[in-house]
């Protein structure tokens, strides 16, 4: 046989009819490599974009709908904060388990399960009971992240990997987009429209997890790993890479004040505002992933060549803007007026949240770097909900409703802080020519 190939083994166990390769082709290297990204963007992408009307419902309208339709107080629905927190605080735990395993399983199945929890939302009619679905559905899928983030590293081509994510994130925000508004229409007719269409986004999501199935995936026993990572590792690195944690302290003060925006502004659009469904809808979710759909492609090729640290950097000073226009124009206008400025630079701000850790991490070590990267994202998001929530309450001095917009200064001054030590970072980064994931593809991952 002429050129002959290594034995490899692609997919998990046991074999999947469509997803597992016993052994390489005997065509080029290259023409193998080509195969293997088509076919996982192919699946990545369906993936992706059939889950999107559920990750819009229970990640972003989910605490609208607590207060509006279910009369949650701003106490309990804040708790739907904590779900994505909670989730990320295990990704350190998920990286030592995915160390010498399928990853594939590690997503596909708390995946599938956390759709399924979405089903009794039917029957739902209290606040606490519907607060506790939508925790339980989003922690049930924080080993996603870390499975996903190895099998992007290992299918995607360097070159090309902001490109790709820019077009898979573009779909998968396109359909969250169009499914935010045709929501927002829907519970603006019937305030319980919720009951069925979170059950229905969990019929999408089941489909979208037999999609993940067919991603395929390399042998774990090819990986370099000597050992499994151990859960010290998670402060090794951190002391052995003082790049990577500058990095992390920057991304720590700007999710830090992210977070807290975010658990927010769904309260203060509902109490203080007191907008419609459709109005809500719009600023929480078609704006903020219908303008991306526009971006992501455009940011992942300038990501791709160029220092992602400094554009990082950028994109957290434009975001700042967006509270700041919040407490300076108290109306809807100031709130659409920030959340298109988010939507314009969401797209680049995710991709480098995603792909920002291969600047720092070998192959072999991606999922721990993002197991530190995703655990760090819970510990803060912990803490802030909470935090923004009781100085909100006590700014009131007394009112009924709590001051939102004085903590939305605050978190603009906090972004704008982790913006200008994002920028820094980016030039330390350069002078030891890290900075773009291109220039390490030339030399070879």
């Known amino acids: 046989m002429d050129n002959p190939q290594p034995r490899i083994v692609w997919g998990s166990t046991p074999p999947r009819r469509g997803s597992t390769l016993r ?96 089903l009794p939302i039917a029957f739902v009619t209290t606040p606490w009971a519907f607060i506790g679905i939508m925790i339980a559905t989003v922690v049930l899928r924080s080993s996603t992240v870390v499975a996903l983030s190895g099998i992007i590293r290992d299918n995607y081509p360097a070159e090309q990997r902001g490109r790709i994510m ?76 003082p790049d990577f944690f500058r990095y992390q302290v920057s991304f720590f003060l700007f999710g830090f004040a992210a977070l807290m925006y975010g658990a927010l502004l769904p309260l203060y659009l509902a109490q203080d505002l007191d907008v419609s469904y459709q109005q809500g809808a719009m600023a929480l979710v078609v704006i903020v992933s219908g303008l991306p759909v526009l971006t992501s492609y455009i940011w992942g090729r300038i990501l791709d060549r160029y220092n992602m640290l400094l554009m990082r950097g950028l994109f957290n000073l434009l975001y700042a803007v967006s509270p700041l226009l919040i407490f300076l124009i108290p109306t809807i206008v100031g709130v659409m007026a920030g959340q298109v400025l988010v939507g314009l630079i969401q797209a680049g701000s995710s991709l480098v949240w995603n792909l920002g850790i291969n600047l720092f991490a070998r192959k072999e070590e991606v999922p721990l770097y993002m197991g530190i990267h995703q655990t760090l994202t819970g510990i803060r998001g912990i803490f802030s909900p909470m935090l923004g929530l009781w100085m909100a309450q006590y700014l009131a001095f007394g009112g009924a409703i709590p001051n939102y917009r004085a903590v939305f200064l605050l978190c603009a001054v906090v972004m704008a802080i982790a913006g200008f030590f994002m920028i820094w970072e980016s030039r330390v980064m350069v002078r030891k020519g890290r900075a773009t994931i291109f220039r390490m593809a030339e030399k070879g991952e």
């Open 23 to 118: 052994s390489a082709p005997r065509d080029s290297p290259r023409d193998f490599e080509l195969s293997l990204h088509r076919k996982t963007f192919r699946h990545h992408s369906a993936y992706m974009a059939l889950r999107g009307p559920a990750i819009a419902l229970s990640t972003q309208l989910s605490s609208f709908v607590a207060i509006k339709s279910l009369g949650a107080t701003e106490n309990e629905a804040i708790w739907i904060a904590y779900a994505l927190p909670l989730g990320n605080l295990f990704a350190i735990f998920w990286s030592r388990a995915l160390a010498r395993r399928h990853r594939i399983p590690f997503a596909f199945w708390p995946d599938l399960i956390g759709f399924i929890a979405l």
């Open 166 to 241: 820019g077009k898979i994130q573009a779909s998968s925000l396109g359909v969250m987009a169009l499914s935010g508004l045709l929501f927002g229409w829907m519970m603006e007719q019937d305030a319980a429209a919720y009951r069925y269409l979170f059950p229905l986004s969990a019929v999408l999501g089941i489909l979208a997890v037999w999609q993940l199935r067919r991603i395929p995936e390399e042998d774990p026993s090819k990986r370099a790993f000597a050992r499994p990572p151990s859960l010290w590792d998670f402060f090794r690195v951190l002391k052995r890479d």
